[in-house]
Nanobody
């Protein structure tokens, strides 16, 4: 069955960097679009970045542009989210999600449209 496991979260100072990993199993990675989401306490889950299954196109929310980079290593069945210049407002639980759709990234579909989720990894940025 489809499984996603996030790792790489932790505590970092403002301005620091983290690289999150999403290890996928149970499916061929490049046949699914993968999204990174985050959810802070009391806030709705929001999409941060997405990589499309069709052609590997990448998409970023405005808050991530210029700071975060999504990439995919099919041989390792892993999608990464490199996060630089972190800010205290980036503190949240970060999730990866997968969906068998080549259009879900381009449509900027919100979290209910995604069918498969990891358990999340906590990112805390101190000021």
């Amino acid at each position: 069955q489809v499984q996603l496991v996030e790792s790489g979260g932790g505590l970092v100072q403002s301005g620091g960097s983290l690289r999150l990993s999403c290890l996928a199993s149970g499916f061929t990675l490049d046949r699914f679009s993968i999204g990174w989401f985050r959810q802070a306490p009391g806030k709705e889950r929001e999409r941060i970045s997405c990589i499309s299954s069709s052609d590997g196109s990448t998409y970023y929310a405005d808050l991530a542009k210029g700071r975060f980079t999504i990439s995919r290593d099919n041989a390792k069945s892993t999608v990464y989210l490199q996060m630089n210049s972190l800010k205290p407002e980036d503190t949240a639980v970060y999730y990866c999600a997968a969906e068998d759709s080549s259009f879900i990234c381009a449509y900027n579909s919100a979290w209910p449209s995604w069918g498969y989720w990891g358990q999340g990894t906590q990112v805390t940025v101190s000021s």
